[in-house]
C-alpha cells in the first residue's frame, strides 16, 4: 500500500510540475510589450509589390498580400534562378510569428520577442520548424525587418547549419506597386 501512495504522489507531483511549466509558458508567450498588434499593423503597411537590390544572384521580387479576413500576410518570393518561396505572417496571441516555406525544403516558425514602434525594425528568432532533419540542419534562422519610408524597406535573412551562420541574404527593397 505504502508503494501505491508513493506512485500516486510522484504522479500528482510530475502532472503539477507540468501544470505549472505550461502555465508559465502560456504567460511568458502573451507578454504585455510583445507589442504584437502593432508589429503586424506595421506589417500590413507593405502589401503589395515590392524589388529588392542586394541579391548575389540578381533583382528579387516580394509580393505581400492580405488574407483570410486580414488575419495573415503572405508574402510571396522570387528570388533568380530559385522556386518561389512563401512566408506567412500573423498573431498568436501577442506575438507576430512568421512561418517560411523554404527553397531548402523545410519551414522554420520565427517569433518576434517585442516591437517598439520607433525602433521600425521587426527581429525573427527561430522557435522551431518542420521538416528539419536535425536542430543541426540548415535553415533559415534569423530574420530583421527594417522599415524604411512608405516606399522602402530592408530585410536580413540569416541561414545557420551546424549551430553557425552561414550566410545573410541582404535585400534593399522599393515598391513596384
Not at 483570410?68 to 496571441?93: F, N, Q, W
Amino acid at each position: 500500500m505504502q508503494a501505491i501512495t508513493s506512485v500516486k504522489r510522484a504522479a500528482l507531483a510530475a502532472a503539477v510540475t507540468i501544470f505549472l511549466s505550461s502555465a508559465i509558458f502560456v504567460r511568458a508567450a502573451d507578454k504585455p510589450d510583445a507589442n504584437g498588434a502593432a508589429a503586424f499593423a506595421r506589417l500590413k503597411t507593405l502589401v503589395g509589390t515590392w524589388e529588392a537590390t542586394g541579391s548575389k544572384s540578381g533583382t528579387a521580387t516580394s509580393t505581400f498580400e492580405s488574407v483570410a479576413s486580414g488575419s495573415a500576410i503572405i508574402e510571396r518570393v522570387k528570388m533568380p534562378g530559385e522556386s518561389e518561396m512563401v512566408t506567412m505572417y500573423h498573431l498568436d496571441g501577442n506575438r507576430l510569428v512568421l512561418t517560411h516555406y523554404c527553397t531548402a525544403g523545410n519551414q522554420p516558425h520565427m517569433q518576434v520577442e517585442s516591437f517598439d514602434p520607433a525602433s521600425n525594425q521587426l527581429a525573427f528568432n527561430f522557435a522551431g520548424g518542420g521538416n528539419l532533419a536535425n536542430p543541426n540542419a540548415g535553415h533559415m534562422h534569423h530574420a530583421v525587418l527594417t522599415f524604411g519610408g512608405a516606399d522602402d524597406f530592408q530585410y536580413a535573412w540569416t541561414f545557420q547549419k551546424d549551430g553557425k551562420a552561414q550566410f545573410t541574404e541582404n535585400l534593399q527593397y522599393h515598391r513596384v506597386k
